[in-house]
Nanobody, 123 residues
Protein backbone atom coordinates (compact mmCIF):
# COMPACT_ATOMS: atom_id res chain seq x y z
CA UNK A 1 0.00 0.00 0.00
CA UNK A 2 1.28 3.45 -0.93
CA UNK A 3 -0.26 6.78 0.03
CA UNK A 4 0.69 9.87 -1.93
CA UNK A 5 0.38 13.53 -0.96
CA UNK A 6 1.22 16.31 -3.42
CA UNK A 7 2.30 19.84 -2.55
CA UNK A 8 3.82 22.90 -4.19
CA UNK A 9 1.04 24.00 -6.49
CA UNK A 10 -0.04 27.60 -6.78
CA UNK A 11 -0.47 30.62 -9.01
CA UNK A 12 2.42 31.77 -11.17
CA UNK A 13 2.86 34.08 -14.13
CA UNK A 14 3.73 32.76 -17.55
CA UNK A 15 7.45 32.14 -17.81
CA UNK A 16 7.75 31.40 -14.11
CA UNK A 17 8.63 28.22 -12.26
CA UNK A 18 7.10 25.92 -9.69
CA UNK A 19 8.34 22.78 -7.99
CA UNK A 20 5.82 20.10 -7.12
CA UNK A 21 6.59 17.47 -4.54
CA UNK A 22 4.94 14.16 -3.76
CA UNK A 23 5.48 12.48 -0.42
CA UNK A 24 4.89 8.75 -0.33
CA UNK A 25 4.23 6.49 2.60
CA UNK A 26 5.09 2.82 2.56
CA UNK A 27 8.28 0.87 2.94
CA UNK A 28 8.43 -0.26 -0.69
CA UNK A 29 8.49 3.17 -2.33
CA UNK A 30 11.72 2.38 -4.15
CA UNK A 31 9.99 -0.53 -5.92
CA UNK A 32 7.47 1.74 -7.62
CA UNK A 33 7.80 3.70 -10.79
CA UNK A 34 6.42 7.20 -10.25
CA UNK A 35 4.55 9.46 -12.58
CA UNK A 36 2.96 12.89 -12.82
CA UNK A 37 -0.28 13.46 -14.66
CA UNK A 38 -2.46 16.54 -15.06
CA UNK A 39 -6.07 17.30 -15.77
CA UNK A 40 -7.42 20.61 -16.97
CA UNK A 41 -11.13 21.51 -16.63
CA UNK A 42 -13.21 19.68 -19.21
CA UNK A 43 -10.27 17.62 -20.43
CA UNK A 44 -9.04 14.09 -19.88
CA UNK A 45 -6.18 13.34 -17.55
CA UNK A 46 -2.92 13.42 -19.46
CA UNK A 47 0.57 12.09 -18.89
CA UNK A 48 3.27 14.59 -17.92
CA UNK A 49 6.38 12.68 -16.80
CA UNK A 50 7.50 9.42 -15.24
CA UNK A 51 10.60 8.00 -13.61
CA UNK A 52 11.61 4.38 -13.17
CA UNK A 53 12.11 2.76 -9.79
CA UNK A 54 15.83 2.49 -10.40
CA UNK A 55 16.14 6.27 -11.14
CA UNK A 56 17.73 5.32 -14.38
CA UNK A 57 15.09 6.31 -16.88
CA UNK A 58 12.61 9.10 -17.42
CA UNK A 59 9.75 9.78 -19.80
CA UNK A 60 8.21 13.12 -20.70
CA UNK A 61 5.22 14.27 -22.66
CA UNK A 62 6.24 16.23 -25.73
CA UNK A 63 4.41 19.28 -24.41
CA UNK A 64 6.71 19.56 -21.38
CA UNK A 65 9.98 18.12 -22.67
CA UNK A 66 12.83 20.53 -22.04
CA UNK A 67 10.81 22.54 -19.51
CA UNK A 68 9.91 20.01 -16.81
CA UNK A 69 12.22 17.69 -14.89
CA UNK A 70 11.13 14.72 -12.80
CA UNK A 71 13.33 13.38 -10.02
CA UNK A 72 13.03 11.12 -7.01
CA UNK A 73 14.74 10.57 -3.69
CA UNK A 74 14.15 7.02 -2.50
CA UNK A 75 15.77 7.73 0.86
CA UNK A 76 13.17 10.45 1.53
CA UNK A 77 10.26 8.73 -0.26
CA UNK A 78 9.66 11.73 -2.46
CA UNK A 79 9.28 12.48 -6.13
CA UNK A 80 9.45 16.00 -7.53
CA UNK A 81 8.50 17.81 -10.69
CA UNK A 82 10.46 20.97 -11.46
CA UNK A 83 8.45 23.07 -13.89
CA UNK A 84 10.15 25.93 -15.69
CA UNK A 85 9.02 28.31 -18.43
CA UNK A 86 5.42 27.71 -17.48
CA UNK A 87 2.69 28.48 -19.97
CA UNK A 88 -1.03 29.17 -19.45
CA UNK A 89 -1.77 25.82 -21.08
CA UNK A 90 0.05 24.11 -18.21
CA UNK A 91 -2.82 25.13 -15.93
CA UNK A 92 -4.32 21.97 -14.44
CA UNK A 93 -4.61 19.82 -11.36
CA UNK A 94 -1.40 17.81 -11.13
CA UNK A 95 -1.48 14.28 -9.76
CA UNK A 96 1.29 12.07 -8.48
CA UNK A 97 0.94 8.34 -9.16
CA UNK A 98 2.78 5.12 -8.32
CA UNK A 99 3.06 2.01 -10.47
CA UNK A 100 4.36 -1.31 -9.19
CA UNK A 101 6.47 -2.29 -12.12
CA UNK A 102 7.61 -0.58 -15.26
CA UNK A 103 6.86 3.08 -15.73
CA UNK A 104 4.35 4.06 -18.37
CA UNK A 105 2.57 6.92 -20.10
CA UNK A 106 -0.74 5.17 -19.49
CA UNK A 107 -2.70 6.18 -16.41
CA UNK A 108 -4.17 2.68 -16.21
CA UNK A 109 -0.71 1.33 -15.37
CA UNK A 110 -0.62 3.23 -12.08
CA UNK A 111 -1.89 1.65 -8.90
CA UNK A 112 -2.00 4.58 -6.47
CA UNK A 113 -2.88 8.23 -6.87
CA UNK A 114 -2.62 11.37 -4.82
CA UNK A 115 -5.40 13.91 -4.39
CA UNK A 116 -3.81 16.44 -6.71
CA UNK A 117 -2.48 19.98 -6.44
CA UNK A 118 -3.69 22.94 -8.48
CA UNK A 119 -1.28 24.77 -10.78
CA UNK A 120 -2.52 27.98 -12.36
CA UNK A 121 -0.42 29.91 -14.87
CA UNK A 122 -1.59 33.42 -15.70
CA UNK A 123 -0.82 35.11 -19.00
Amino acid sequence: QVQLVESGGGLVQAGGSLRLSCAASGRTFSSYAMGWFRQAPGKERQFVAAISWSVGSTLYADAVKGRFTISRDNAKNTVSLQMNSLKPEDTAVYYCAAAFGAFSRRSAAYDYWGQGTQVTVSS
